[in-house]
């Protein structure tokens, strides 16, 4: 990849991002409500996404040969024990990632 390829990519990375971005200050002007669908959708939509992340971590987990998911329940339960203690997102989802490296890595290992 050439240097003038690299500059178009990025270019048209960024203008891209900047349109998503700035579409909604477009679509949805200070001066007029939000509709309630877009409302609703704010209110539900982190909990499904959260929920499809955790189906696409858990599909390939493997409950029949050893570890029989033992790396995964227990990084699970961590994350939602970091949660509950700290209420901290980030606390919560990187504690519980440290965890299961150590757990695949260290302590699961086959």
Not at 73 to 86: E, F, G, P, R, Y
Request: hydrophobic content about 55%.
């Amino acid at each position: 990849m050439t240097t003038l390829q690299v500059i178009i990519t990025i270019a048209v990375i960024a203008v891209v991002t900047l349109l998503t971005r700035g579409i909604a200050f477009v679509i949805f002007p200070a001066n007029k409500p939000v509709p309630p669908f877009i409302n609703y959708l704010s209110k539900v939509l982190p909990y499904a996404v959260i929920g499809m992340l955790v189906v696409y971590c858990l599909k390939n987990v493997t409950l029949l040969s050893w570890p029989h998911g033992l790396p995964e329940l227990l990084a699970c339960a961590a994350t939602a024990v970091l949660h509950l203690w700290k209420h901290n997102n980030l606390i919560s989802i990187g504690g519980g990632t440290v965890i299961y490296m150590i757990l695949v890595q260290q302590v699961f290992v086959k």
